[in-house]
């Protein structure tokens, strides 16, 4: 396994990032043991997860699963950077009571403990904002997070799905602040078919020193050769995956894509990742495997070259916006 820093921080993280949303909706909780354990026997380090993965009446359930696993010793707690994350409701039934959601002072306080609880953990590496608040000023997010750091609950903060001028805001407000650390890490969409992020978020990550977590790198399942498993009578798209192939233009860009690789004799979820792996800023992607034999394939990107011809190939079929604000302005 490589490994890099987390943004500007002396945090050392692998290069794979292991998801955990399948844990308890898709995977049960023995399996889940099984990936974790492989994914740590091979290096990887950084396992990311949410107070709400399990979902709907289940919500908590993948803390609680890692939690579990912490707990079976071994080391796996001190060998981990565990992230997990802040914002959403997590009323079984859907319906919010007032200050159990979002990042008020008072829930990022509560959600701290409930995870705390459920991970069977005593710290949380790198806690992250799942969301914009647009409602909850800054200057009192910082203040409960400095609380939280005083204590030793939690040792960095990261942002997800923040554009690039909350990205700037959060960590302004921070440094008039003094003595807070700000957003060391964004987690955001980004991949081969997505590429929206090149234009604010990621060179705003990379002016405030954040590291780059891709998330979805194979968008939705459409990057790991899903028109060859139809043919082939594997499993068929679904989700956002089918839609976008239902679309004829988008249908014949995936097609050129798989074309690209077999010539190359690649496999095309190895090679979005390896292609991720090669972008300015990015720490490493989020790779949410159901199964071992799915990590095994996602390890096998972090040892793939990929030539300039091929990434030339690959600019070609999915070009990114091109720099801010030329994408957009003269």
């Keep these: 396994m490589k490994y890099t820093q987390l943004g500007r921080t002396g945090l050392k993280v692998s290069r794979l990032v292991l998801g955990t949303m399948n844990f308890g909706p898709q995977t049960d909780e023995a399996d889940s043991h099984a990936i974790m354990d492989a994914a740590l026997g091979a290096g990887i380090n950084f396992f990311d997860t949410a107070n709400v993965y399990g979902w709907g009446e289940n919500k908590g359930r993948t803390e609680e699963i890692i939690g579990n696993w912490f707990a079976k010793g071994g080391e796996r707690r001190d060998k981990v950077v565990l992230a997990t994350k802040v914002y959403g409701n997590m009323a079984a039934d859907g319906d919010a009571w007032p200050n159990h959601d979002k990042l008020s002072a008072l829930n990022i306080r509560r959600a701290v403990e409930a ?150 004799a690649l496999e095309p979820g190895e090679t979005a990742l390896a292609w991720l792996l090669t972008r300015p800023g990015v720490t490493g992607p989020i790779v949410g495997p159901r199964t071992a034999g799915q990590l095994d394939s996602a390890l096998r990107a972090v040892e793939l070259e990929l030539g300039e011809d091929l990434l030339s190939g690959l600019d070609e079929i999915f070009p990114g916006p091109g720099p801010s604000p030329e994408a957009f302005a003269w």
């Design 115 to 264: 995870s705390l609880k459920r991970l069977q953990t005593d710290y949380i590496d790198v806690y992250q904002f799942h969301h914009v608040d647009r409602a909850t000023p800054f200057e009192e997010i910082w203040q409960a997070i400095d609380t939280l750091v005083q204590q030793g609950k939690i040792l960095y903060v990261g942002s997800s799905n923040f554009p690039g001028y909350k990205i700037a805001q959060a960590n302004e407000i921070a440094a008039r602040r003094g003595g807070t650390i700000g957003l060391v890490s964004e987690q955001c969409l980004y991949n081969l078919a997505e590429r929206r992020a090149e234009m604010e978020v990621i060179p705003a990550a990379q002016e405030y020193g954040l590291g780059v977590i891709p998330w979805s790198p194979l968008q939705g399942g459409l990057l790991g050769g899903v028109i060859k498993k139809e043919i082939e009578g594997g499993r068929r798209a679904s989700g956002r995956a089918a839609d976008t192939l239902a679309n004829p233009s988008s249908r014949a860009q995936i097609q050129a894509y798989e074309d690209l690789l077999e010539k190359h």
